[in-house]
């Protein structure tokens, strides 16, 4: 399926904008691939569903994103980061309370309050006072009165789960060990806990990883999080000016 983004083409043009998402592809699992491409380059995405839509995301498929839409775009003035030219991301889901692994939680997992906060060392980059401010759910590990990792709600989401009765909403959540902290279950019990309150309230969760990041994959997989499938996002961006 392809979805013609007018919308963001007109903005991005019209404003010189500086960050621009010319194609997007994704992949659930058992359905076919899903493409969302500036009509400038619709030519260009069937052509890559005529070929691809088997493997959307192999070397090959990402090459021909490149060389036919991110060539053209090099000509509008925009570039990509070329490490990010192949990568593609996992997404995961929880969608029932029952499917979190409460067993990853441990007894040093908290909620984020300005109780918990109060004298404690931020070893992670997340900024812990804004989210206390602006409410956002958030749990951490507190280890020798440092919180040394961190899940929080990253953005609610929408489309993905909308035909599901029983979701009253997506969210989807970040997560963070400090360094030095990590490969100790901390970041997984953090995001199993996160889940298990926003599931409690219906509200389904996600998680995404790029294809590169086992560490992140097994942090989700032992969190309880269900592989659903896979996407792409095309990132350029404005190149300076002499």
Same mark, same amino acid.
């Given at each position: 399926?392809?979805?013609?983004?007018?919308?963001?083409?007109?903005?991005?043009?019209?404003?010189?904008?500086?960050?621009?998402?010319?194609?997007?592809?994704?992949?659930?699992?058992?359905?076919?691939?899903?493409?969302?491409?500036?009509?400038?380059?619709?030519?260009?995405?069937?052509?890559?569903?005529?070929?691809?839509?088997?493997?959307?995301?192999?070397?090959?498929?990402?090459?021909?994103?490149?060389?036919?839409?991110?060539?053209?775009?090099?000509?509008?003035?925009?570039?990509?980061?070329?490490?990010?030219?192949?990568?593609?991301?996992?997404?995961?889901?929880?969608?029932?309370?029952?499917?979190?692994?409460?067993?990853?939680?441990?007894?040093?997992?908290?909620?984020?309050?300005?109780?918990?906060?109060?004298?404690?060392?931020?070893?992670?980059?997340?900024?812990?006072?804004?989210?206390?401010?602006?409410?956002?759910? @958030?749990?951490? %590990?507190?280890? &020798?009165?440092?919180?040394?990792?961190?899940? +929080? !709600?990253? $953005?609610?989401?929408?489309?993905?789960?909308?035909?599901?009765?029983?979701?009253?909403?997506?969210?989807?959540?970040?997560?963070?060990?400090?360094?030095?902290?990590?490969?100790?279950?901390?970041?997984?019990?953090?995001?199993?806990?996160?889940?298990?309150?926003?599931?409690?309230?219906?509200?389904?969760? @996600?998680?995404? %990883?790029?294809? &590169?990041?086992?560490?992140?994959?097994?942090? +989700? !997989?032992? $969190?309880?999080?269900?592989?659903?499938?896979?996407?792409?996002?095309?990132?350029?961006?404005?190149?300076?000016?002499?």
């Amino acid at each position: 399926m392809i979805e013609l983004d007018a919308g963001g083409e007109e903005f991005v043009f019209e404003n010189d904008w500086d960050t621009a998402v010319p194609i997007t592809v994704r992949k659930k699992d058992g359905e076919d691939v899903y493409i969302e491409v500036f009509p400038t380059y619709e030519a260009e995405a069937r052509e890559f569903e005529k070929k691809f839509s088997a493997d959307p995301f192999s070397p090959e498929a990402l090459a021909f994103i490149w060389e036919h839409i991110g060539l053209p775009m090099q000509a509008r003035g925009y570039e990509d980061e070329k490490k990010f030219r192949h990568r593609w991301y996992y997404n995961y889901v929880l969608r029932s309370r029952d499917e979190v692994n409460e067993s990853a939680i441990i007894p040093e997992t908290v909620r984020l309050t300005r109780g918990v906060l109060r004298g404690k060392k931020n070893r992670t980059t997340f900024d812990l006072r804004r989210y206390i401010s602006e409410e956002i759910t @958030t749990f951490v %590990t507190v280890v &020798d009165g440092e919180i040394v990792a961190v899940a +929080a !709600e990253n $953005a609610a989401c929408s489309g993905d789960f909308d035909d599901d009765p029983e979701c009253e909403g997506t969210t989807e959540i970040g997560v963070e060990t400090a360094a030095g902290h990590r490969r100790r279950g901390y970041a997984s019990s953090c995001a199993a806990a996160l889940a298990k309150t926003l599931l409690d309230e219906n509200i389904y969760v @996600t998680y995404e %990883t790029d294809c &590169d990041n086992t560490a992140s994959r097994k942090t +989700a !997989e032992r $969190a309880g999080f269900k592989l659903y499938g896979r996407c792409y996002y095309y990132v350029m961006r404005k190149m300076p000016q002499d």
